[in-house]
């Protein structure tokens, strides 16, 4: 029996429960950012300015950790990384060095 093709009223569907289910994880990598590491989260949000824009550079692929996120070199252990990449944002060249 031949399978036939989603409509898009289901895919327009599927397409909002992924985003809604995307953007709670991106949420919940803020959060356990504050809880694992308070000092760096609170830097963080002082330096990129609200909760929304700080929770999305965490999860966005940065030049500056191979195009790896701050999520990922978190998840691998590389706090120390993420210390210096928050720190040269909010402070320059100077600071990180």
Request: proline share 5%; net charge negative.
């Amino acid at each position: 029996m031949p399978q036939t093709s989603p409509t898009f009223a289901e895919l327009a569907s599927e397409l909002t429960r992924l985003h809604d289910a995307r953007e709670a994880a991106i949420t919940r990598a803020l959060d356990a950012l504050e809880g694992s590491h308070p000092p760096l989260a609170q830097l963080m949000l002082c330096c990129i300015g609200d909760r929304q824009r700080a929770a999305r550079w965490l999860v966005m692929p940065q030049r500056a950790f191979a195009g790896r996120s701050a999520c990922d070199m978190l998840a691998d252990g590389d706090v120390d990384a993420v210390w210096d990449q928050v720190v040269f944002k909010q402070f320059g060249t100077v600071a990180a060095v």
